[in-house]
Each structure stands twice: as structure tokens, then as C-alpha cells.
């Protein structure tokens, strides 16, 4: 009888140590997992309760990201959520430049560039779009290229312009 209850002690306690070690593993993963997120939430974007609207008056830009993380060194990292699936070459050019902008705003709103911005498609493939002189230097370019006269290049086709919710304001449109 004495065998049988020190087997089961002993038992016990290796599944309690088993137990202690799988939550301690669990925390560590938790942790590691918190390390790659941007951040605590800032705002959000959201149908019915809007997040901010970031101004920046000196480069005529506006915008309001989906969501907005604090990091732990205070920058503010702007996420962009799509819900196609994630190309596999990495960010559309038109998404990669939608970030750009709200890394400038949060710049010129804040005082303080982010590092970077992220943008989360719908089957959950994330890309960041690191805010560099880089990004800055194409983003201005094309702001730029935005504000100069329409210089008649487009190709106007009937099928596309139909669709195109900047039909009624286009002087391009396809008849």
C-alpha cells in the first residue's frame, strides 16, 4: 500500500512540474508574440465611431488610418487593414504609398516619425512598410506629381470609366 501512494505521489507531482513548465513556456510565448506587435491600441476606425482625422496642412494631406499602436517607446505605428489576401510579393505599390502617407501625417501630427507602417490583409499576411528617407522621397514625388496639371496620358476606356466612382468629377472619362 505504501508503494502505491509514494507512485502516486510522485506521480502528482511530475504532472504538477509538467504543468508549471508548460505555463511557463505559454508566458514566454505570450511574450515573444507581444514583442512583434506594433504596439498598445491608439485609435481605431470603425463605421460607426471614426477614429482621428490626421492633418498635415503644409503637404494638403488628410487621413484617417484603421487603426493607430503605441509603442512602448511612445511612437505611433499606423495599421492598414485590406481584406484581399496578402500578394505574395509583398505590399501593392497603391497600399505601400496609402501607409507612407499616414507615417507622414503621424509625423506631422505628433512630432514624432514613426518607425514604420503595417499593412494586414485579410488572410492574415502583414507587410511593413518601413518609414525611411526612402518611402519619404516617393511619397513627396508623388504628391507632387498629384498637383500638376492633368497632362492628358490616361488611356480613358468605356468598360473601366463605367465603374469608376470619379467618373462625374472626370475630365478624362470615356464617353
Partial sequence: MALGLS??????????????????AARALGRL?????????VAVDLARAP???????????????????????????????????????????SHRIQVA???LLIEETTGRAPPFGLVRYGDGTEYTVPW????????????GELRQPYDGRARPSARRCARCAFRPGCDAAAV
Fill in 51 to 93: 477614429g482621428p482625422r490626421l492633418v498635415a496642412p503644409r503637404y494638403r494631406l488628410a487621413g484617417r488610418p484603421d487603426e493607430l499602436r503605441r509603442r512602448p517607446d511612445g511612437r505611433v505605428v499606423p495599421v492598414e487593414f485590406k481584406s484581399r489576401d496578402g500578394p505574395a510579393g509583398g505590399p501593392l505599390p
Fill in 7 to 24: 507512485a502516486g505521489l510522485l506521480l502528482g507531482v511530475g504532472a504538477l512540474i509538467a504543468l508549471a513548465v508548460l505555463v511557463a
Fill in 101 to 103: 502617407a499616414y507615417c
Fill in 132 to 143: 525611411d528617407a526612402e518611402q519619404r522621397a516617393e511619397l513627396l514625388r508623388l504628391l
Fill in 33 to 41: 508574440a507581444e514583442d512583434r506587435r506594433p504596439g498598445a491600441f
